[in-house]
Antibody, heavy 119, light 109 residues
Framework: QVQLVESGGGLVKPGGSLRLSCAAS????????MSWIRQAPGKGLEWVSY????????YYADSVKGRFTISRDNAKNSLYLQMNSLRAEDTAVYYC????????????WGQGTLVTVSS | QSVLTQPPSASGTPGQRVTISCSGS????????VYWYQQLPGTAPKLLIY???QRPSGVPDRFSGSKSGTSASLAISGLRSEDEADYYC??????????FGGGTKLTVL
């Protein structure tokens, strides 16, 4: 069965960095586009970033452009999100999700990892 | 402020039919598919409707989606207590970004 397991969340100071990982299993990872979506505490969903199956096409939300970098390692069945220059407003649960055919068609989601940006 | 506008709350009694609206613009709903997600308390979102009105396998036919112009709706018929959740619409925007609505909290009275 399809599984997506995020890791790497935690407490970080403003201006700091963090790298999230998403381990995929149960499907041919290299065949699928992937995305990161986040949800601030008590708030709604916000799409963060997208990467194509080969990694050749990448999109970012304006709120993270220039600070976050999405990447993938198809040999390791893993998706990553490098987050730099973190701000308090980046505090959220970060979900990785599989994209089916097109955005924002997210057919499988991980359980999420919490990132807290606070001094 | 979300690009897609949803009512913050909706409610109904068991067995009733409820609808949740999602309003956008020509650059998102008006020219792209609409998707709906259900988020039960404390869990990850789940795809409920894709490509305006298609249900993934396993989603009951009590859930249906529609789209007209720059608006979309999710309808839930035969409301059940387990439908109490947050519901989000989503669409691609021609500015190369994905947008979610602000979410609608559905209460089953």
């Amino acid at each position: 069965q399809v599984q997506l397991v995020e890791s790497g969340g935690g407490l970080v100071k403003p201006g700091g960095s963090l790298r999230l990982s998403c381990a995929a299993s149960g499907f041919t990872f290299s065949d699928y586009y992937m995305s990161w979506i986040r949800q601030a505490p008590g708030k709604g969903l916000e799409w963060v970033s997208y990467i194509s199956s080969s990694g050749s096409t990448i999109y970012y939300a304006d709120s993270v452009k220039g600070r976050f970098t999405i990447s993938r390692d198809n040999a390791k069945n893993s998706l990553y999100l490098q987050m730099n220059s973190l701000r308090a407003e980046d505090t959220a649960v970060y979900y990785c999700a599989r994209v089916r055919w097109e955005l924002p068609n997210f057919d499988y989601w991980g359980q999420g990892t919490l990132v807290t940006v606070s001094s | 402020q979300s690009v897609l506008t949803q009512p913050p709350s909706a409610s109904g009694t068991p067995g009733q039919r409820v609808t949740i609206s999602c309003s956008g613009s020509s650059s998102n709903i008006g020219s792209n598919y609409v998707y709906w997600y259900q988020q039960l308390p404390g869990t990850a979102p789940k795809l409920l409707i894709y490509r305006n009105n298609q249900r993934p396998s396993g989603v009951p036919d009590r859930f249906s989606g529609s789209k007209s112009g720059t608006s979309a709706s999710l309808a839930i018929s035969g409301l059940r207590s387990e439908d109490e959740a947050d519901y989000y619409c989503a669409a691609w925007d021609d500015s190369l970004s994905a947008s979610f609505g602000g979410g609608t909290k559905l209460t089953v009275l």
